[in-house]
């Protein structure tokens, strides 16, 4: 099994700045959790981290064919992206979206994903173990 997991804009300042409200624990610290997570489940991961929605989409785009699933936190391009929504339905690659907030109880502008319009399952408010819930969840869920 081969997943891809893209983080977007600002999540490679992770525990540089606003600790109370994403965690203590660095970027490199969640690359290692989630390529940990992965080869103890005998999945083979790419990880990709960019500021660029259309570096984004390029990256969803290259995963056709590739990949069998994508965990995807777009950060602010949650609530404003229509282009990485329209990537992820090209691809037609099932999608978990990972948020390490629980945006459902955070400022309104918030509340609203256009990118979880395309994703099967939503994971939010479980701090960096979101992305090992996701992971676990794909294993369940391609390995079926
Ligand atoms: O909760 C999440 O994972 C978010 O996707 C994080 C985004 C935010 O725009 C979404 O609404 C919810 C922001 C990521 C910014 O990450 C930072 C990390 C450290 C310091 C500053 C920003």
């Known amino acids: 099994m081969k ?17 109370e409200l994403y965690g203590g624990q660095g970027y490199s610290d969640l690359e290692r959790l989630v390529q940990d997570t992965c080869a103890e489940a005998g999945i083979t991961v790419t990880l990709f981290q960019s500021n660029h929605e259309g ?20 950060a602010a ?13 090209a691809v037609a690659l099932p999608a978990v979206e990972v948020h390490i907030t629980d945006i459902e109880n955070r ?12 994703c099967i399952k939503t994971i939010a408010g479980q701090g960096l173990d979101g992305y090992r819930q996701a992971i676990l ?3 369940a869920y391609l390995g079926r």
């Open 137 to 139: 969840f794909f294993q």
């Open 3 to 19: 997943l891809l997991v893209i983080n977007g804009p600002n999540l490679n300042l992770l525990g540089i700045r606003e600790p």
């Open 77 to 89: 391009y949650t609530h404003t992206s229509i282009a990485i929504l329209d990537a992820l339905k």
């Open 55 to 74: 570096a984004i989409v390029d990256e969803i785009q290259r995963a056709y064919g590739i990949q069998d699933g994508i965990i995807i936190n777009p």
């Open 107 to 118: 400022e309104v502008f918030r509340r609203h994903s256009y990118t979880g319009m395309a």
